[in-house]
């Protein structure tokens, strides 16, 4: 050990006992039930993988996946899209009031996903604020399609991911030298020039785990395409919640689960990979 | 001016040679003003072209605002600024064509040391091949040729900032800005740097405002040193002007180490002046500011212009060795005059000068020319 301290060493038994309680815990809420799922994926019985090759092979899931991809990739390259901007005028803000707007960022989080899901539906639907605004103007004319469709599903998405896209964005910006942007304006660059040279590769181990959480985190949305999408928008979670509840399938929904905890998975170590890596190209993620 | 009658074309409006054309930055009642605090007050300043001038100050005297002005990062809150012939007062950074030296190196850590000199010129959308040749003759230049491919987390400080500076260097700016350049490197490194700077400036002839709270940087690069105070130029002058002509109190205490013997000017001396003082009275070479008798003043000598051995000629006062430090090359003695003030007496050390003891009774003399008539010092 190379710490001198006794103090901060525990020995073994009071170290356990510490631990116990969490781990108990822990085992009879995650690892039990994600045991018995698998067990379940795998145990129709007697042990099988028929439930994991049929799924393979299943239309409908394949379906979904591809659903379930495009819809967390392109909700996610939204929140890239639109979090990037929002990120570099927090940055450029004095510190005072980058902590206003940074409680603004986060005010998504203190409402349940399911009462903004129905914001978005009184504010997006058919009758909705938006749409009332367009046909007025419009003198009936428009009415754009957006709630129970792709668009829905996205909308209420990134109003979920957008914080995390933010505030990892804001962390690479932050975490840039300041004289960086003036030295190159002495040099004569222009703001375009800086922001292509020396702004976006310098934050891109921001963006880069920026991305990797959001699609982590929308891959298994279950909520939002359910409320807000059509039929055609279902996602693997909900592909889950249909094997479970509509057809009493629980060896394909365990599969089905099993699959999607593997994916998530595969990016979240992924995700450290990239913050591992971030120390090397210079910025903080 | 007369007009030839050669002349077809309207004659051009061409002054005589002005000091305006051999201008590069012109200040003219340049202020500053954050909130209720002046951090400049009506500062007029004039940089030659190809001239090293170095604004040194403690810190808030200004100097760091004086030179974010002139690089554009801020604006003034009045005066005018004019660069190489041209009104740069509200001019964005990005058009001054300068280049500048930060205390941190400012290298961008995601391009290697190529690239990073290659930016400027990419800039400036110069041929790549012209630009290859330039980055390795200026590689050359500062003898970091084999550092091209690093990144610049890769290199020892003094490197990073040689590679910056021949950042700005590579795309010739008229003027180069220097903030506190070498404020980050150890002592060795610093005087190595501070030659190199002044080397490349003989070479290049680029016109250099360097910023620096160090006056011996200030002393040995400069071939004028502009001495900043409170918000203003406190004095300025080439190194050796400073060193011996300081013009207050300030000055004095600033550049070199000073006795300073406050008084009252009377009549007699060679001069016509002397100073009454708590430790006697002292003849006085003729002061540059108006001076008449009965008005308060303040006596310098120079540590090293005094001497404990006396001479023909020579004023000296009596006192007591307080203590007595080897500094290598000279040795100082701290002398407690009779008022309780001390007198601090540097001498060169030689092998067979007597030794000072505490407690012995000396006379710190020294040649009256030598010593110079201040005006009291004034609160800013």
Request: hydrophobic share 45%; net charge positive.
């Amino acid at each position: 050990m190379a710490q001198s301290g006794t103090a901060s060493e525990l020995s073994l038994p009071s170290a356990l006992m510490l631990l116990a309680p969490l781990t108990l815990l822990m085992l009879a809420i995650l690892v039990y039930p994600l045991a018995l799922t698998v067990w379940t994926s795998v145990y129709p019985g007697q042990f099988s993988l028929q439930a994991y090759t049929e799924l393979l092979s299943s239309t409908l899931f394949l379906k979904v996946l591809k659903n379930t991809f495009e819809i967390s990739l392109s909700g996610t390259l939204v929140s890239l899209l639109v979090g990037y901007p929002v990120a570099m005028h927090l940055a450029a803000q004095p510190p005072s009031r980058r902590t206003a707007y940074l409680i603004m960022v986060m005010l998504p989080f203190w409402t349940s996903i399911l009462v903004k899901s129905f914001a978005l539906a009184a504010v997006f639907g058919n009758q909705g604020l938006v749409n009332q605004l367009l046909g007025f103007v419009s003198g009936g004319q428009i009415n754009l399609p957006m709630m129970f469709n792709r668009v829905g599903v996205i909308l209420g998405m990134i109003n979920f991911l957008l914080p995390f896209m933010i505030l990892s964005i804001l962390g690479s910006l932050l975490a840039q030298d300041r004289t960086l942007i003036l030295a190159a304006e002495t040099m004569g660059a222009k703001p375009l020039r800086i922001f292509w040279k020396i702004t976006l590769p310098l934050s891109l181990p921001g963006v880069v785990a920026g991305v990797l959480i959001n699609i982590t985190l929308s891959i298994g949305m279950y909520i939002t395409p359910a409320l807000l999408g059509g039929r055609q928008d279902m996602m693997v979670a909900n592909l889950v919640d249909f094997y479970t509840r509509q057809t009493l399938d629980w060896t394909a929904a365990s599969a089905t689960a099993v699959v999607l905890l593997l994916i998530s998975g595969l990016l979240v170590a992924l995700l450290g990979k990239v913050r591992g890596a971030s120390g090397l190209s210079g910025a903080v993620a | 001016m007369t007009v030839t009658p050669m002349t077809v074309t309207p004659a051009p409006a061409s002054a005589p040679v002005a000091e305006g054309d051999r201008a590069m930055v012109e200040l003219q009642g340049v202020t500053k003003r954050y909130g209720e605090v002046d951090a400049l007050k009506r500062v007029d300043l004039t940089i030659r072209k190809g001239e090293f001038v170095t604004l040194l100050g403690p810190s808030g005297s200004g100097k760091s605002t004086l030179l974010n002005l002139i690089a554009g990062m801020i604006t003034p809150s009045s005066g005018r600024i004019v660069i190489d012939g041209r009104d740069a007062t509200t001019l964005p950074t990005n058009q001054r064509g300068l280049g500048m030296v930060f205390q941190n190196y400012a290298l961008m850590p995601h391009m290697t040391v190529f690239e990073n000199i290659a930016f400027p010129l990419q800039v400036r959308h110069l041929p790549k091949d012209e630009i290859k040749r330039k980055v390795e003759q200026v590689l050359d230049l500062i003898q970091l040729g084999h550092v091209a491919g690093r990144r610049p987390r890769e290199l020892s400080g003094g490197q990073q900032q040689r590679i910056s500076l021949a950042r700005c260097i590579v795309y010739n700016p008229a003027l180069i800005l220097m903030d506190e350049p070498l404020g980050a490197l150890d002592k060795n490194l610093r005087e190595q740097m501070q030659l190199e700077i002044k080397r490349l400036h003989a070479d290049l002839g680029i016109t250099m405002l360097y910023v620096t709270h160090d006056q011996d940087e200030a002393l040995t690069m400069s071939d004028r040193i502009v001495l900043m105070n409170g918000g203003k130029i406190e004095q300025q002058g080439k190194p050796d002007e400073l060193y011996f002509k300081p013009a207050t109190v300030f000055s004095a205490e600033f550049i070199g180490s000073s006795n300073l013997i406050p008084g009252i000017v009377e009549a007699g001396g060679v001069s016509g002046l002397s100073l009454r003082t708590a430790i006697g009275t002292f003849p006085v070479p003729a002061a540059d500011f108006a001076v008449s008798t009965g008005d308060k003043a303040m006596l310098l000598v120079r540590p090293e212009n005094m001497t404990l051995t006396g001479g023909p000629g020579v004023t000296s006062v009596s006192g007591r060795i307080d203590d007595s430090i080897l500094l290598g090359g000279v040795v100082r003695h701290f002398v407690r005059c009779k008022d309780q003030s001390t007198i601090i007496v540097q001498e060169l050390n030689q092998p067979d000068r007597p030794i000072a003891k505490r407690g012995d009774e000396v006379r710190a003399g020294w040649p009256p020319a030598h010593a110079r008539l201040l005006p009291p010092s004034v609160p800013h």
